[in-house]
């Protein structure tokens, strides 16, 4: 497993409100490439609750929106937009839960559109949300103008979290 570099940290501007480490709202998401998948490694927190303890569907779908997108970057080198988005909550999310592992990677590919398989999945390795995201990958020269040249991994090989 290797840590993603953010492509973006450069750009004037950047204020992801999933993966800008600055956003002081934001999430704050980090990525790593394992194999075929990125994964992101997330502790929620109380105030990301919806219900009592429970957190925010909104949330954990910006979550899943999110690593898909980063999926695009990463593995196919380019930018992309979100074009449908499908989620499943089958378990609750506890917002005191220690760790959320959410695991994303490419199912299909078809006429510039991606659809990806995303998963979080709780401390007990629960799958708790399921989701799907249909992203459409920019051709290169929309990609350069939105900013993005390319999406490398550390050169440290690191265990798996």
């Known amino acids: 497993m290797r840590r993603i570099i953010n492509p973006y940290l450069h750009l004037e501007g950047y204020n ?9 709202v ?3 998401m980090e ?4 194999g075929d998948d ?7 927190q109380d105030y990301y609750q919806g219900w009592h303890e ?21 593995k196919l080198q380019t930018a992309g937009v979100t074009s449908r988005l499908n989620v499943s ?27 990806i398989t995303v998963t979080i999945a709780d401390s ?13 990958a920019m051709p290169e020269d929309v990609s350069r103008e939105m900013g993005f040249t390319h999406c490398d991994v550390d050169d440290e090989q ?3 979290m």
């Open 158 to 160: 690191l265990l798996s």
């Open 124 to 136: 007990h390795e629960q799958v708790c949300v399921e989701g799907e995201a249909v992203y459409r």
């Open 26 to 28: 934001g999430l704050h």
């Open 89 to 115: 909550y089958l378990h609750p999310v506890k917002t005191s839960d220690s760790q959320l592992t959410i695991r994303a990677h490419i199912t299909k590919q078809s006429h510039g559109f991606v659809f």
């Open 16 to 24: 992801c409100f999933g993966c800008c480490p600055d956003n002081p």
């Open 54 to 74: 429970v957190m925010h569907g909104g949330i954990l779908s910006t979550l899943v929106d999110e690593t898909a997108g980063w999926v695009v970057t990463r």
């Open 31 to 34: 990525f790593f490439e394992d």
């Open 38 to 44: 990125i994964v992101s490694y997330w502790r929620p």
